[in-house]
């Protein structure tokens, strides 16, 4: 079985400073890992991803994330936070399974807050 | 050119009516998923369609029942509505078996309202 963790439901930072989001998986096998980002009464958009090779994985709007395998962490990063990134944020992690047709475990989301 | 789109985007109804939410890709995908988001914002598989085969069902009541008439569409149909149906139902694909196995598009969601 699987699962993940996402610490602090909601997140506050202020415009400009550093974004930490923080996700920890649980995995019997080597896990595909993603951040998704909900914006309101939208659909999830994938941030990135891991699937194997580099740690260190970057994506769109300046979003990066390392895979620490010895922690069992994925966490999100960015340098500085915009207001347009407030938005609920989802860590992922799949498995590939016989069919490879494996759904999404998700986190219970994180709610990013940007104040000015 | 909407990837994955889904209708209606709203849809309220009363308690013990039959509904169905429709679902189409359009990115040539093999699989296609639906996922139930509750009001806490949890978002939890329901089922997933490869080549009009079901491969997972997570212990989904059966008044859920999924329905792929082409490997473009899955349709979602639920019986006997619940209060605890209420939620946001959404749909995805994925290209799996590509090599891009589990990366998922999904759909802007349906937010279903039980009466």
């Known amino acids: 079985a699987q699962s993940v963790t996402q610490l602090g439901s909601h997140v506050s930072v202020s415009e400009g400073a550093l974004v930490l989001l923080r996700c920890n998986y649980s995995s019997s096998v080597p896990p595909y890992l993603f951040w998704y980002v909900q914006y309101p009464n939208q659909g999830l958009q994938l941030l990135l991803k891991y699937t194997t090779g580099a740690t260190l994985v970057k994506g769109i709007n300046g979003f990066e994330a390392e895979f620490k395998k010895s922690e069992t962490s994925f966490h999100l990063t960015k340098p500085s936070a915009h207001m347009s990134d407030a938005a609920e944020y989802f860590c992922?992690?799949?498995?590939?399974?016989?069919?490879?047709?494996?759904?999404?475990?998700f986190g219970k989301g994180t709610h990013l807050i940007i104040q000015p | 050119d909407t990837a994955v789109s889904q209708t209606p985007k709203y849809l309220v109804t009363q308690m013990g009516n039959d509904k169905s939410i429709k679902c189409e890709q359009n990115?040539?995908?093999?699989?296609m998923y639906w996922y139930k988001q509750d009001s806490k914002k949890f978002l939890k598989i329901m089922f997933s369609?490869?080549?009009?085969?079901?491969?997972i069902n997570e212990t989904v009541p059966n008044r859920f029942s999924p329905k792929s008439p082409d490997k473009a569409h899955l349709n979602l149909h639920i019986n006997s509505l619940e209060l605890g149906d209420s939620a946001v139902y959404f749909c995805?694909?994925?290209?799996?078996?590509?090599?891009?196995?589990?990366?998922?598009?999904f759909g802007p969601g349906t937010r279903l309202t039980v009466l």
């Open positions: 990115l040539g995908h093999d699989t």
């Open positions: 992922a992690v799949s498995q590939i399974s016989g069919g490879g047709a494996d759904g999404l475990t």
């Open positions: 995805a694909s994925s290209p799996v078996g590509s090599g891009l196995w589990n990366e998922q598009f």
């Open positions: 369609y490869n080549n009009k085969e079901l491969i």
